[in-house]
């Protein structure tokens, strides 16, 4: 056991990374390890945020900032009382993403980088918008005709190629127990389906 609450502090991990990199199946097993080693935490995936605390938001760039702005905003709030929140959304402008990370207190946003390759995210396209954006059906599909600025100073860069989902969330729960905010004990076993 930690011998302080610095464990309990807020604090914010932030998936980026392109359409298919891997953003919302790491985080959900991330999620689920976090459980087991005794925090609560809020989930923030981008599609499903898209749903519903920013509907009627389209793809122009101020529409996908105000998206991340949205997000970031609900997640410095979950931050500042103590929660801790995990954020998957495509974010694709450096920018905005460092708005972000200014709203929180030094130490408490963790950015994650996809580093998944445009190729592996497009064979992987699960909802063939890769298809559609190659076809000129979607306009503004980042990766294919819209940017996506990846990290300058990531505090940590996965592999999605080499690593499994639970071995890249792995990873970043030794990075939150390195930096003292999670306790590397488990607090509840490991379930099995």
């Known amino acids: 056991m930690l011998q302080d609450d610095r464990y309990r502090q807020g604090v914010c991990i932030w998936f980026t990374g392109l359409s298919a990199s891997g953003k919302s199946s790491t985080a959900d097993v ?12 809020t989930v923030l995936d981008g599609d499903v945020v898209r749903t519903h605390l920013c509907k009627g938001l389209g793809f122009s760039k101020e529409d996908r900032d105000e998206n991340i702005r949205r997000i970031g905003f609900v997640a410095s709030e979950i931050v500042r009382h103590g929660g801790l ?18 709203r929180m207190e030094e130490g408490r946003f963790i950015e994650v980088y996809m580093a998944t390759p445009l190729e592996v995210c497009e064979q992987r396209d699960p909802k063939g918008l890769y298809v559609k954006a190659r076809q000129g059906i979607l306009k503004g599909f980042t990766g294919i005709d819209d940017p996506y600025e990846p990290p300058l100073h990531a505090e940590i860069t996965l592999d999605t190629i080499v690593n499994s989902e639970e071995e890249n ?19 509840t076993p490991l379930l099995k389906a």
């Open 85 to 102: 929140v995990v954020c998957a959304a495509i974010s694709p402008y450096r920018a905005i993403r460092n708005e972000v990370r200014g």
């Open 169 to 187: 969330a792995r990873l970043i729960i030794g990075l939150l127990v390195k930096q003292r905010l999670l306790d590397g004990e488990m607090k």
């Open 30 to 41: 991330l999620a689920r390890l976090i459980v087991e080693h005794g925090r609560r935490v």
